[in-house]
């Protein structure tokens, strides 16, 4: 098991929780950011050249930044939290004692999105 900064590869997303999804859409293509998808409760938008972005989620309880950064392998990091499913492949989330949520995730799933180890 190695540590979670010792395996980063990059940034992957930077994610919110938002109260409404059709106001943050409006507020972040206000801002001159490309909407790259929506779906659901949540929207992508792309933050210039680069492939990480910024995904606005929809929550009850919204605020707390979170950003995830990509790993090989979530399920091989030693943290005290257990790894979950996402589309991609495993993320397992860390908060910092004020909220702040970092994330590490892979690509284990769909290995020709992600970043050569």
Known sequence: MSRPGDAVLGVDNVLFAVGDLDTAVDFYTGLGLPLVFRHGEIALFRLGAEAPGLLVRSESEPGGGRVWLEVPDARRLSTADEPFRVATGW??????????????????SMPERGRPA
């Open 91 to 108: 993320t397992v989330e860390v908060a910092d004692p004020w909220g702040n949520v970092v994330g590490f995730t892979d690509y284990t």
